[in-house]
T-cell receptor
Framework: QQQVKQSPQSLIVQKGGISIINCAYE??????FPWYQQFPGKGPALLIA???DVSEKKEGRFTISFNKSAKQFSLHIMDSQPGDSATYFC???????????WGAGTKLIIKP | DTGVSQDPRHKITKRGQNVTFRCDPI?????LYWYRQTLGQGPEFLTY????????KSRLLSDRFSAERPKGSFSTLEIQRTEQGDSAMYLC???????????FGSGTRLTVV
């Protein structure tokens, strides 16, 4: 009930393409769904987040799509660039305490 | 105040030794979190503070681990009698009481030999 399942484990995308990473959760009480980007040797950095009252949120090239009925959410990176190469984590939490439950991560490589 | 600072960045210690890490959060943030991350995995929650009160502690945190946040400012995480399984990146993060998102530090990488 507490797990967040993330796929794929790794992803290679050509420069300019669309990168798509998916996550699924079980606990319907989760009400906050962030995506983090992590470069080697650095802590995760918040990329974009969504709450279940909206189905989509866009910030620049990054979009979260949220499907409440399917208990799934995904990250889309448009016009992917080599600088986007990093590990991406989805997470979920209860807004009240912000203890994040993390997916296992997706290593994204953008080929020039 | 440019972010969350963690010290040291790297620590190599012999099994059985005690180690202590420090985290300086963003000064306006009320909440401070400790997570542990092993290679190829997402971070795992260890504990969090609201101001100086430690409100939640994971079952992952054995009796050898202790965390403090005196005066609600910086925090320390101590590991006593380190074991090889403690080798990981220890991440600190802070956030507002209400609001979105954590800010993470760059972590302390612990290697127990």
């Amino acid at each position: 009930q507490q797990q967040v399942k993330q796929s794929p484990q790794s992803l290679i995308v050509q420069k300019g393409g669309i990168s798509i990473i998916n996550c699924a959760y079980e606990n319907t009480a989760f009400d906050y769904f962030p995506w983090y980007q992590q470069f080697p040797g650095k802590g995760p950095a918040l990329l974009i987040a969504i709450r279940p009252d909206v189905s989509e949120k866009k910030e620049g090239r990054f979009t979260i799509s949220f499907n409440k009925s399917a208990k799934q959410f995904s990250l889309h990176i448009m016009d992917s660039q080599p600088g986007d190469s990093a590990t991406y984590f989805c997470a979920a939490s209860f807004y009240s305490n912000y203890q994040l439950i993390w997916g296992a991560g997706t290593k994204l490589i953008i080929k020039p | 105040d440019t972010g969350v600072s963690q010290d040291p960045r790297h620590k190599i210690t012999k099994r059985g030794q005690n180690v202590t890490f420090r985290c300086d959060p963003i000064s306006e943030h009320n909440r401070l979190y400790w997570y542990r991350q092993t290679l190829g995995q997402g971070p795992e929650f260890l504990t969090y503070f609201q101001n100086e009160a430690q409100l939640e502690k994971s079952r992952l945190l054995s009796d050898r681990f202790s965390a403090e946040r005196p005066k609600g400012s910086f925090s320390t995480l101590e590991i006593q009698r380190t074991e090889q399984g403690d080798s990981a990146m220890y991440l600190c993060a802070s956030s507002f009481l209400q609001g979105d998102g954590y800010t993470f530090g760059s972590g302390t990488r612990l290697t127990v030999v």
